[in-house]
């Protein structure tokens, strides 16, 4: 199974950017997805979540009416989009694949429920 996240770069603040992140070797329609980051010397936090369907998604406070999660199934991708980005959203962005269920509550913010990982895409804002 692998995970390739891509998209990141160098934005000034208030711009915009979109990662993508593809899977292969596993069936990304029953993947739930799930995008994390991690601020340098600070501990990897979530960001966003979508179910395998596409039907719930969920976002960290701090990025709520910002960031955009949704997924192509027929091309086994999700994407993160982030508009508005602000200094603080600096940080390396990591895409993760997992099961969920709805039974599962709020575990998708937690790491442990996630499978698969991607080895990370870097995003700085300049202010």
């Known amino acids: 199974v692998q995970l390739q996240a891509s998209g990141g770069g160098l934005v000034q603040a208030g711009g915009s950017l979109r990662l993508s992140c593809g899977l292969s070797?596993?069936?990304?329609?029953?993947?739930?997805m799930g995008w994390f980051r991690q601020a340098p010397g600070k501990e990897r936090e979530f960001v966003a979540f979508?179910?395998?369907?596409?039907?719930?998604?969920y976002y960290a406070d701090s990025v709520k009416g910002r960031f955009t999660i949704s997924r192509d199934n027929a091309k086994n991708t999700v994407f993160l989009q982030m508009n508005g980005l602000k200094p603080e959203d600096t940080a390396v962005y990591y895409c993760?694949?997992?099961?969920?269920?709805?039974?599962?509550?709020?575990?998708?913010?937690?790491?442990?429920?996630?499978?698969?990982w991607g080895q990370g895409t870097e995003v700085t804002v300049s202010s």
């Open positions: 979508i179910s395998a369907n596409g039907a719930f998604t």
């Open positions: 070797g596993r069936t990304f329609s029953t993947s739930a």
């Open positions: 993760a694949a997992g099961r969920w269920t709805i039974g599962s509550g709020s575990r998708y913010r937690s790491e442990s429920e996630y499978n698969y």
